[in-house]
């Protein structure tokens, strides 16, 4: 294991608002408190705090015209339940036998927690190997759970034992005659707090590199996903989710510290993109992003690139891991968040007046 | 100079149609060709032809979410006149002496073209020190033109001259009572085909590191700009400009090959951020990325990092610098963007269910 934590700046001029909006056990998609009540509420408060100030129009105007660059407005970062704490990136190995699979992942979070993990992130399809034909022979029903489901009854089990957040990479997922790519976040009781369908579908053709069509047996998500957790508010996004800027800026804009993207880059596309991509994400949308990827089987019909991997919310490798199976152990800072939004306050620097992203299930929630 | 020139996939299989849309000597926000009668009549070709095929149902609702992502649809890549030219990268220094600011600029043109530039980019802030204090005084009246602005009528007698394209970095701009930090672009006429003002001013303050408010003297411009040249359809984007992805985007859906950032990123933030952040919108939106700065000068009130860049549609550097005064000659090939869109079809995969980037000002024109 490597580690590069950079020593950055430290500020205490912090323009991002603290909020009460945290303590909700749903997924933030769920919550009706969370899409109707705060944003107006707190953007009220917002301008008659400036109304006071010398030179409150021209602020003001600068604000709305930032603001509207979010379509609904871009909610103020909210306070997670604890600053500091310790994030484990399992990159293990998988193999075609489902109940090995099952029992390494669960030896895995139980070290990752020894070693202090208070949120422990899995890899993208971690019970079964990574093919067409695999998935819906490994598939399981996680609605119905239990025997049903194996690999999410032993992460709710884990989870539960242990009091930790898991944030349980990704399974094939069979729910009536579909088929998805699923990641659930199981809290510290234990509970499943959401389910993460892949919402885009890794369909590429590098002619002599890498064919692969997930849709040819899969079907696409339909729900981006946000979740707070006793670790923060966390966004969900499988493996090529990552591609999508759009994904990760709706996350920022729901109020998201940490974006975790299970994933399994190939060797022709990990080299080019994988690092380019969460560092990235973390820089535009000045947010956490972990990532976590099988170990690389040479001998495997599908050959994952590794490179698990903390990216710090300045585009800033934490912490990364190479091909091989290791368990990354490092420390996320949320207070650090305010410190870069203050410093580079691209928040409050958008061209509504020129572009806008809308959310369009949360506009449609209002 | 370095160069490393990545070997990457070649494919003749093009999603991406190829038009007649490219031949207008106006700036592309001026040409109601382009604003109005294009998108519609093409994407109903498009969906005529997609009709006679086996599956078109669902390929149609494929398309068509894709498309919602874009608001207007995004438009397809244009035929560009040339595929194959070099470019040329002019990182210089810059002095407090205007006149030879001018004159040091023309000799790298012409050093440039003479080695096979049918494009030159220019640095942010070339013939000023980059300063609030200096601004006011090196500002000149651009659309007075002729001895009211000395830099840029040197740059349309060069391209003229010469017989190619200028992105002319960026000057201070005098117009009635404000300052901007423009970018002229001069056709192989010698025209003025378009200016760009930096929409997004750069106002930022890491502590101990780098404090800067341009819009203490400086107001923000309030267009995008994308030109067609002989030389493709260009984005402009002056320095700050590049931290926000939604411009990129933007200049992406409309078409563009290339977006050129004339830029002078710190030495805080260059080191983090300059490359990253070309890269990342080149590979985000699998276009060309070139970037031009000042050379590094360690005595000025403000230090520029440097490493003037071309970036590939595959997010690769292509060609870069360190933080001497340098001109890169590198080579720019269209065609690689088609094969690098039908390798990895993101186009095609956006879930314009679930987000939707809206370009307000090309949303207003039709």
């Known amino acids: ?3 590069a934590v950079s020593s950055l700046v430290r500020s205490n001029n912090s323009l991002i608002s603290r909020t009460l909006l945290y303590h909700s056990s749903k997924p933030i998609s769920q919550s009706p408190f969370f899409l109707s009540n705060i944003p107006k509420n707190l953007f009220n408060q917002r301008y008659q705090k400036l109304q006071f100030s010398p030179n409150s129009t021209s602020i003001m105007a600068s604000l709305s015209k930032s603001e509207q660059a979010r379509e609904p407005p871009a909610l103020p970062l909210p306070s997670p339940p604890l600053t500091k704490f310790k994030i484990g990136l399992c990159q293990l190995s998988v193999t075609p036998d489902k109940e090995r699979n099952i029992k390494h992942v669960r030896k895995a979070i139980e070290e990752a927690a020894q070693k202090g993990a208070q949120l422990v992130l899995l890899p993208e399809i971690w019970n079964s190997p990574y093919s067409n034909d695999s998935f819906p022979v490994y ?4 609605n119905a759970g239990g025997d049903a489901s194996p690999s999410t009854a032993m992460l709710s089990e884990v989870a539960s034992r ?3 957040t898991i944030v349980g990479g990704s399974i094939p997922e069979r729910c009536g005659d579909k088929l998805f790519n699923t990641c659930c976040v199981f809290g510290t009781d234990g509970k499943l707090k959401a389910k993460h369908r892949k919402i885009h579908l890794f369909d590429i053709d590098i002619p002599g590199k890498i064919t692969f069509m997930e849709s040819k047996t899969l079907t696409a998500g339909e729900t ?3 979740v707070d957790t006793d670790v923060g508010r966390i966004g969900i996004g499988i493996c090529y989710d990552i591609r999508f800027t759009e994904l990760a800026m709706i996350y920022a804009a729901r109020g998201a510290h940490l974006i975790c ?3 399994a880059f190939n060797m022709t596309t990990g080299p080019l ?3 380019l991509s969460q560092r990235a994400r973390a820089m535009d949308n000045q947010l956490y992003v972990a990532t976590c990827s099988p170990a690389r089987d040479p001998g495997a019909g599908y050959v994952a690139w590794g490179h698990s991997t903390l990216v710090g919310p300045f585009g800033e490798v934490l912490a ?11 420390e996320i800072d949320y207070s650090i968040l305010e410190q870069r939004r203050a410093s580079l306050p691209f ?3 958008r061209r509504g007046d020129l572009y806008k992203l809308v959310d369009i299930q949360r506009l449609n929630s209002h």
């Open 224 to 226: 981006p996903t946000v």
């Open 273 to 275: 993109h994988w690092e």
């Open 1 to 3: 294991m490597k580690s």
């Open 347 to 349: 928040t409050k620097q």
């Open 139 to 142: 598939a399981e029903d996680i």
């Open 320 to 330: 990364s891991t190479e091909h091989e199976e290791d368990i990354i152990i490092a």
């Open 162 to 164: 242990l009091k930790i």
């Open 261 to 263: 993207y299970p994933g």
